[in-house]
Each structure stands twice: as structure tokens, then as C-alpha cells.
């Protein structure tokens, strides 16, 4: 693995950003490794951009009142670092800060990955970057404040422990992290497990809703913008539909949009271990795992999850 002490010698300035629409992942692995700076490189400037379309629960993590979110004229950093992000595109607001900075790192475990950036630490065995964080400080030197986001991190990229990109060193990891005192059942609870009311009335609304095609083997559901706005829910809100999907008897993938724009669509996808979701993901200008991925498409609902299940089909008529 790369050496986070060799790349930040001599460095003055650090800037760290996750993906757009900052999942528990992206933003765990960013603040665990902000924490990481601030306790063991104080001289060193770190600033962490990340933008702010991410649910309140993660705000527990210290120093997350430090995240900036409106993306100012900065000098050049020395080192940029982009967490959890498999292409450039997924960076954002802070592209420009990655472009012109004099060094960049990138981390992450996207099989998607584009290999972008001057330095890479990418696993696609890996079940989270946040794992990977944790491996490049090692043990000793994560402290609980550390092990707070890292631990969160790793439980929403694998489902509580529960999805199939979990290994034995992704248990070993996160046994580390919960020797350090943090409050596990918690951070499950309150960043995972944790719905309001509207949350869950869209919930139902998406299961209600869903529709089997292929003979059972793909799920979907749709959300409008005119159903987050009689709900008056946030895309935030809708973590975990995709899921809730995915676990009906007999479904191969589980695809789940929201209408972002007139007539455009973010679409999740899930997969139960036949088809690599990445793939389909990919083809329509995505990325992802081969069991979680997502891409934008442009068009009806009919048209999207048409296109989508034709790229499925051929998969499962291998």
C-alpha cells in the first residue's frame, strides 16, 4: 500500500474531498483521514470540501462543523486527495482544486475506478474506502475521535456487514475501530437504521408502487419530483429504497430513480450476485461495484428502465 507519511513530506497545504452527494462512505472516509492530519500533522493546512447534500445524523462526527462547503478561490494545495471517488466527474465542485493542485492522491475501492490522479491506492476487493483509511494510518495510530467516521464508513458500505464486498479484514478493521471505544450500536442506529416519518412514507410509496418485469427478476420503482416535493423529502431521504428492493424473493436486480431534473433520472442499482450491476452502470456512462452502482440517464421512466433491462438481460443470457 502507498505510505501516507512519505506522500506528506513536506506538504503545507492538504485539500480531501469525497463524491458528490457525500454517502456515509465518502464522508466517513474523508473525515476519519481529516482527523488523522489534524492529530498526527498539526503544521499541515487540511481542509475538507464536501458538499453539504448528505443527512444531519453524520454531523456527530467531530469537526464536522470544519467541513467547507461552499467551494471558495483557493491557492493551488500542495496534495489533493479524492476519497471514494471512481472518475473525475464524481469530484464536482472541488475538480478545479484537484486539477491545480501540485500533487493528487486518489483512494478508493470502485472496480469503475478510471485510474485517475498522480498516486492511487484503489482495491476493488475492498469493502469501503473507509477501510482503507483505516489500513493506511494503521492500528496504533487510530484514536476514537478517528474511529468514529471510519467505523461509519465501513457499516453503510457494507450494509451493517452483511453485503458480500465484507472480508475477514473488513471484520478485523472494524474490530480495531470498536476497540477504541466508540458507540457501535449507535452509529448503526442513528446514521443506518434511523428514518423520520417522511422518509418512511416514501419508503412505502416506492414499495407500493414497485413493479416486477422479467419474470420476476428485476424490481423497480420510481420517485418524481413531484413526489419528494409532497413528501418534502431530499434525495438524502431515499437511502435504503434501492435495498428495501432488492430483498424480494426471486428479484436477480433491484433499480430504483429518482427525478433529479425534468426528464432526468439517478438510478441505483442492486444486484443479488448474478449480474455485475457495474457493468450495466458503466454502459450508461456510471460506475460502481459489482453488486451496487448508479448512473444519470435522460428520458421516461419506461425508457430508462427499459434501457437498463435490456443491458441486464444480456447478462443473464450469458
Known sequence: MISLDHILESVKTVGICGHVKPDGDAYGSCMGLYLFLKTYYPSIQAKVYLEDSYPDSYRFVSCSDQVIHDYPDEEPHDLFIALDSGSLDRLGRSLDYFLAARNTVVIDHHVSNTGYGLIREIQADAS???????????KDRITKEIAEPLYMGIVHDTGI????????????VGGWLMDKGINY???????FFLKSYRQNQVLGRALTESILMMDGRLIFSAIRRKDMDFYQVC????DGIVQALRVTRGVEVAVFLYESAPARFKVSLRSNGRVDVSKVAVYFQGGGHFMAAGCTMDGSVYDVVNNIAAQV???LMD
Open 128 to 138: 469501503s474506502t473507509s477501510e482503507l483509511i483505516a489500513l493506511l494510518i494503521g
Open 161 to 172: 456487514f452483511q453485503y458480500s464486498c465484507t472480508t475477514s479484514r473488513t471484520m478485523m
Open 185 to 191: 450500536p449507535w452509529i448503526c442506529d442513528e446514521t
Open 235 to 238: 434525495p438524502a431521504d431515499l
Open 313 to 315: 438481460e444480456k447478462q
